[in-house]
């Protein structure tokens, strides 16, 4: 059973950066994608970006994309997601995300794995 524990949460304000890390353990071989996802109150989860194992290629939410930056680590099962230029509206939990790569890496019923998830806060 993968395990998966998020890290690098936090307050900050408009414009400021923060970098998300995420580690796995245990049975980390069918960690074929590994995906960042969040929730703010009274939304549903939304995909946010992903990083595919093998070779490194990445997806964006479209919100996301030229401000975020996410990456895996070439060795272990840790990827990080670099969060520059943050706006309030990117204020939810943050969750990471682990799965077999069985379907779009997108999709939240791709993932199989989550972290506890950690808070981000992007005050105005």
């Known amino acids: 059973q993968v395990q998966l524990v998020e890290s690098g949460g936090g307050l900050v304000q408009a414009g400021a950066s923060l970098r998300l890390s995420c580690v796995a353990s245990?049975?980390?071989?069918?960690?074929?994608?590994m995906g960042w996802f969040r929730q703010a109150p009274g939304k549903e989860r939304e995909f946010v970006a992903a990083v595919r194992r093998r070779d490194g290629t990445t997806e964006y939410a479209d919100s996301v994309k030229g401000r975020f930056k996410v990456s895996r680590d070439h060795y272990k099962p840790t990827w990080t997601l670099q969060m520059n230029e943050l706006k309030p509206e990117d204020a939810a939990i943050y969750y990471c995300?682990?799965?077999?790569?069985?379907?779009?890496?997108?999709?939240?019923?791709?993932?199989?794995?989550w972290g506890q998830g950690t808070q981000v806060t992007v005050s105005s």
């Open positions: 995300a682990a799965g077999p790569l069985n379907g779009y890496m997108t999709s939240l019923s791709s993932y199989v794995n």
């Open positions: 245990g049975g980390t071989s069918e960690v074929r994608s």
